[in-house]
């Protein structure tokens, strides 16, 4: 029998070495083509393109090779394009080359603690984002049968609106107003008031200037609500393009985190910035003006964005992406068209009324013309024990205000209750960027509603809420505890509260002299 050959690695190797050298000799790629067409002209950061006979709506194409844009049109011979970058750099003739991919953002951790425009690309200075994955900037919202119902709060810290207005996790409250009246200082200071409680926060900037979104960078980081928030900022005197594509960047960045079972807010300031850049794109390419001259689906590009705002069932996710859209009106016109397209789109909204805010009541939430349609199912079962009787207390009161101006004679129950309601609008003040937590927020709303405060000189309510809240912190952690697990008061808990609440504030219980 003749002897084998014994086995070798080494030679088995050198084999299948000669086998793939012999097989890329013989390979011959097959051809392919490139389908590349030329700018025919410009015009304010639109571009009409020919030689794109297969391009498809929505996809990213290069000009030039390095400068991005998008197809927004389709023609027989031309196309419309949305360039992302300034218009002078492109000049009739330039190169259009197809990517055949819709376009893209960088999403991912690697973008936590970052600023980036609407193209993920770095504004600040800690060198360029290693995202691992991208995702299209236009996605379908989930389908309703992927849908959980809201059933868990986010809490902005603000008073006012954890108490009357509550918002949920996964819920779309608008914010609107009339220009500095404080719309944005409620989201800042919802972003700040989610420290700790595994929120991630997107700050979506849309046509700001830039001295603003600077402001609230560095209220961002002052806080330390940098270290879970991402700002995506598509400044005022960027292109049109980047000021349309921000708040769709935003949320695709958002829904990463949604998908991995995180919660997520976000908020769009302002979408009238955002419905005027779509606006100036639609009339620069001829499209037929509607209302206030804006196009007819501006209805549809706003549903389509909010829509993707949910919480999602445990099986597909169980994260939840919650939205604050912000939209400025004008001479308080709530009818205008962007304000009423976006109020029936929301399940809410927050107003602030420029007559508060003039007074010094901050922040100017006009409670009577805000609501949540569905907060109020995930509030905490201790807000709506003391805060049944607030919105009916306070809504008399400021009726009963407006005859009190003219001097009418008023009978001791009219005076009691609006002494009562002063307190009522006192307590609900509150300083920008010091959110509340909500342990501090009950035992103080409980005082006001049991009228414990209207014994304290308005002048000194203030002091008196503060000393609560210092007693809250130092004595009842076993009531802040339960607070916090959404269960109901005991009888015993009540009163507890209420004897903490008598001690803290007895040094400031003294009537104020009515005849002086």
Known sequence: MPEQTPYSWESAVQGAIEQL????KQYEPEPTTEEIGHVVRVSN??????????????????????????????????????????????????????????FQVPVGEALIGRVVD?????????????????????????????????????????????????????????????RQTGKSALAVDTVINQAGKDVVCIYCAIGQRASAVA????????????????????????TPGLQFMA???????????????????????????????YRELSLLMRRPPGREAFPGDIFYIHSRLLERSTHLRDEHGGGSLTALPIVETQAQQLSAYIPTNLISITDGQVYFS????????????????SVSRVGGKTQLRAYRDVSSDLRLSYSQFEELEGFARFGT???EETRRTIEHGERVREILKQKQNEPIPVEEQIPVLLAVKEGKLDEVPLNKVRDAEEAIRKAVRQQAGEISDLIRSGKPFSDENREAIIRLIEKAIEPFAEREDLSA
Do not use: C, W
């Open 21 to 24: 050298a012999d097989a890329l």
């Open 247 to 277: 708040p769709y960047a935003a949320t695709s960045m958002g829904e990463y985190f949604m998908e991995q079972g995180a919660d997520v807010l976000i908020i769009y300031d302002d979408l009238t910035k955002h419905a005027i850049a």
């Open 354 to 369: 420029p007559n508060l805010f003039r007074k010094g009541i901050l922040p100017a939430v006009d409670v009577g013309k």
């Open 215 to 238: 402001k609230v960078i560095a209220s961002l980081r002052d806080s330390g609500a940098m270290d879970y928030t991402i700002v995506v900022v598509a400044h005022g005197d960027d």
């Open 409 to 411: 004679r008023i009978d």
């Open 45 to 102: 950061g639109i571009a009409v393109a020919a030689g794109l006979r297969r391009v498809q709506l929505d996809e990213h194409v290069l000009v030039e090779g390095r400068r991005p844009g998008i197809v927004f049109g389709l023609g027989p011979e031309e196309v419309e394009l949305v360039l992302f970058d300034a218009p002078d750099l492109t000049g009739a003739g330039a190169e259009v080359k197809r990517t055949s991919e819709t």
């Open 118 to 178: 609407s193209l993920g690309r770095p504004l600040d200075d800690g060198g360029p984002v290693r995202s691992r994955e991208r995702r299209p900037a236009e996605r379908p919202a989930p389908p309703i049968m992927h849908r959980a119902p809201v059933t868990v709060p986010l809490q902005t810290g603000v008073k006012v609106v954890d108490t009357l207005i509550p918002i949920g996790r996964g819920q779309r409250e608008l914010i609107l107003g009339d």
